[in-house]
């Protein structure tokens, strides 16, 4: 098996709603959701090979704005799709708004600002 990255861990308000959205928006499914750090929650939601772990501390600190020129800041996650158009037309229904969308090689990509303003990157290489 090669190397791969198998998920990635955010600190969001609620975990249970965002994974609800990302099931929705990208038909993933929650593979597990209990009990996490400090008395924290965790929902892993994503495919059979990777995933989102999306924590909540039991107290937040929300004190920080978004800035990607802040060290160690998440700029976006890129998620691949087969069907770009299709996506957008969920992400607008989920009262989402796109922005960005650019076609160039190697794809098309479009991008939207899901709860707690964690960007996201939607890419086709179709």
Request: proline residues 3%; hydrophobic residues 40%; without cysteine.
């Amino acid at each position: 098996m090669s190397n791969f990255l198998e998920h990635t861990n955010l600190t969001v308000r609620n975990p249970g709603d965002l994974a609800d959205k990302l099931v929705n928006i990208f038909d993933w499914k929650v593979r597990w959701s209990g009990e996490a750090l400090n008395n924290g929650h965790t929902v892993h939601v994503g495919s059979d090979t990777s995933y989102l772990a999306l924590y909540t501390p039991v107290s937040l600190d929300d004190s920080k704005e978004r800035d990607d020129t802040l060290l160690n800041n998440l700029n976006h996650l890129g998620i691949v799709v087969d069907d770009l158009d299709a996506i957008e037309a969920k992400v607008v229904a989920m009262g989402y708004e796109p922005f960005g969308r650019r076609e160039y090689e190697p794809g098309k990509r479009f991008y939207f600002l899901a709860d707690d303003d964690i960007e996201l990157e939607v890419i086709s290489y179709v």
